[in-house]
């Protein structure tokens, strides 16, 4: 049967407190299998932790409030995958951290309301498709200042995404689909092909790549060091 999680506490990314969403008998400890055959809806001001852990199944997992942190540590593969959601609702925020683990984090990934998308720790991969529904911040801020994240899953939705955060971040994935506005406000973005979108370069952000834009480019003295194509300019 579906699930109802309230995880209290002010537990937030960065750190390691919260709820472990693991295998109880894996060894070693964040090793095993999680198998979601129906949603699990987090609410509370507490964060969420799937850490070394294998999450399959057709189950959603919805997050209400609070975190969810996804940790690729432990040397251990961090796996999210089959064809249920990952569902961020109100201002709820969704983070990365690359530690000594990889990620195989494949499973939709819907950003509703406000809710907030980070990326944090050593150079990582997200391929999640990601659908932008709201008004979101995705913040990229790494151990340095040349480390950084590639999210090579596809882009849909209508929504904003402001980006943060002086680390790098590649766009790899198909992003046509993705009609809202990129405002980038730091570090170096590159585009890995056309974006459906408009974008916003601001003053000191940087903007790479080889695809087309297809809406709006307005800038705001950002610098362009690589030739990009666009559908229009303002």
Do not use: C
């Not at 064809?83 to 690359?98: D, Q, R």
């Amino acid at each position: 049967p579906a699930q109802n999680w309230s995880v209290g506490g002010a537990g937030g990314p960065g750190n390691g407190h919260g709820l472990f969403f693991r295998d109880a008998g894996a060894s070693p400890a964040f090793a095993g299998k999680v198998q979601l055959n129906a949603n699990v809806t987090k609410t509370g001001t507490g964060q969420l932790v799937m850490a070394g852990t294998e999450v399959t199944g057709n189950g959603n997992i919805i997050v209400n409030e609070g975190n969810l942190k996804a940790n690729a540590g432990l040397s251990l593969p961090l796996t999210i995958s089959g064809p249920g959601n990952i569902t961020m609702n109100g201002s709820s925020l969704i983070s990365f951290h690359k530690n000594s683990g990889s990620f195989n984090v494949t499973r939709h990934i819907l950003m509703n309301g406000t809710s907030s998308f980070w990326t944090r720790t050593n150079e990582g991969q997200v391929a999640a498709p990601v659908a932008w529904n709201g008004t979101h911040a995705l913040s990229v801020e790494h151990n340095t200042a040349l480390t950084g994240a590639t999210l090579s899953g596809a882009w849909t939705g209508a929504g904003t995404v402001n980006r943060a955060g002086a680390s790098p971040l590649n766009l790899t994935g198909n992003l046509s689909g993705f009609t809202g506005t990129l405002n980038l406000n730091a570090g170096t973005t590159t585009l890995g092909g056309p974006f459906g979108g408009s974008v916003t370069l601001a003053t000191g952000a940087t903007l790479n790549g080889e695809g087309g834009i297809t809406g709006p480019l307005t800038l705001g003295g950002g610098n362009k060091p690589h030739p990009l194509d666009y559908a229009e300019l303002l």
